[in-house]
């Protein structure tokens, strides 16, 4: 037997670990499973290498709940340790078995999956329990080793009787820590961090319903028979190569991912790298809103298929967040709890590889079926619109996969619209106009007016659309972007023909103090136009330049000086309306001012901004008007 002190930096490091090494107590779990699963990684190593004789089997790892006791066991049948391993690995925490191992072997041990960043992990132990022990006996022809600590930098090491490989860790479970005796919250434990580890984990056993062999009897009862409970799947999806899954392989590991969503994902991407880092993972394009403030933190960063976090901000482009899937990487930097990401340049390399990767697969699904990819753009627009916003290399490849709907929708890309819109919408400076709504129904009679003309009416609906026509006129000279609304339509693209008045100048003063009289200075500015009889008498618009500021500054981003400024529009009086010559020639002023404001109602109306009591009072004078 020995007794000793367990060499550590300071006088006592179960307080540490306790408060502030590992902020989260449950994920104590996560690190010895992980610790059992290296140990077992290892040992099928050296038997590859022929260096453990004897009989590998398939080794398991298996958790117990004693509760008479009040023990939690974590018993792997890995390589197990020796007692000068255990002074070694156990008692000077500075060392980390793993690394010295990997050291030792690596240039054959670089795909062999073992964790190896983590010495402490083991200490994890001290968060839940009141004192430890660990049984194991070593792969090597030498005794069992019996080590017991209770939370002191004392510590007693003695030889056991254990003839079995592997290691058992009992910890003795703290009375404020009792929660980790229930067999619910050790399952909710080993589904949240450990349901993809390498290596098969046993809790429990269930009974399974044999199949009816064929012929038997009819009324014969299927027999039931216990098998081991096994909580993993060892072999997930993104671990095997593209080339060895089909479509439905890819849907069913999205099930198991999110067992609660019934909706089939739209697309996936299988990403596979091994230089200049190593990589792993699939992403899901699911059906997506347009509300980008609920669909983070979806995707699940795994580190040699250990749960970490799915808080995957640094490593994924923030536009990605609202996909879904897995990422797993060994060389992703984390601190000693696994809980932060640690800044460094192979991070960037990460993100920057998972954006080309996803360029490249949109751009590769878009040539394949192109039909297919337009019908899923509106569930996907979102994701894409906002990578071209937020990231410089994917909006370089957006050229090649980024569709522009029309309201009659068909589709352009960026290339095909402006061949498409070229000889009609080229104003007189020889700038093109591209015309967009952002909502098919408030804006229908601009949309109609703007298609008399043949004009080509893009639907741009998604919330950070200011802010991307912003980055795309900046791409494209002589290319400007106007929504429908924005002014009347003959203003929308200036011509050099000039549509005549039927007011004369001297006729078009006395009309505008007749106008002004009626409708308040402070909401409105009033400009009289000659369009087109067809057009409506009083037409409302707002600018594009403020109204596109305000919106990008309801979406965060430029335009916040802009929040406080009043509701401002312009009042487009079109003075070849014959209802304008009559508001100018009806000598009762009662009629003319009912005149201005039934026909200004009627244009609020159409922009959707009549409602409560001004909306009451329009539908009372209309059916005065009826009458």
Known sequence: MSKGKINVSVENIFPLIKKFLYSDHEIFLRELISNATDATLKLKHLSNLGEA????GDPIIE?????????LHIIDQGIGMTSEEVEKYINQVAFSGAEEFLEQYKDSAADSGIIGHFGLGFYSAFMVAEKVELITKS??????????CDGSPEFTLVPHDKKERGTEIILHIAEDSTEFLENSKITELLTKYNKFMPVAIKFGTKEETLPIPDGSPEGTEADKVTVDNIVNNPNPAWTLQPSELKEEDYNSFYRELYPTQFEEPLFNIHLNVDYP??????LYFPKLSNDLSIQKDRIQLY????????????????FLTMLKGVIDSPDIPLNVSRSYLQADGAVKKISNYITRKVADKLTSLFKKDRAAFEQKWNDIKVVIEYGMLSEDKFFEKSDKFALYP???GSFFTFEELKEAIKDLQTDKDDKLVVLYASNKDEQHAYIEAAKEKGYQVLLLDSPIVP????????????LSFVRVDGDAIENLIKKDEVTVSKLSDEEK??????????????KYTIQLEALSSSQLPFVLTQPEFMRRMKEMQQTGGAGSMFGNFPEMHNLVVNTNHPLVSQILNTKTQKKRERLIQQTLDLARLSQNLLKGEELTQFIVRSVDLIK
């Open 63 to 71: 958790i117990k709940i004693d509760k008479e006791n009040k023990t």
């Open 467 to 478: 802010h991307l026509i912003q980055k795309l006129e900046g791409a494209n000279e002589n």
């Open 139 to 148: 792969f090597k022809d030498e005794p069992a080793a019996h080590w017991t």
């Open 509 to 522: 003063e006395k009309l505008t103090p007749l106008i002004e009289a009626v409708i308040p200075k402070e």
């Open 53 to 56: 004789t004897g009989e590998v």
């Open 277 to 282: 880092f190593n990589l792993t993972g699939i």
């Open 406 to 408: 029309t309201v009659d």
């Open 303 to 318: 580190q040699n298929q250990v749960f970490v976090t799915d808080n995957v901000e640094g490593i994924v482009p923030e």
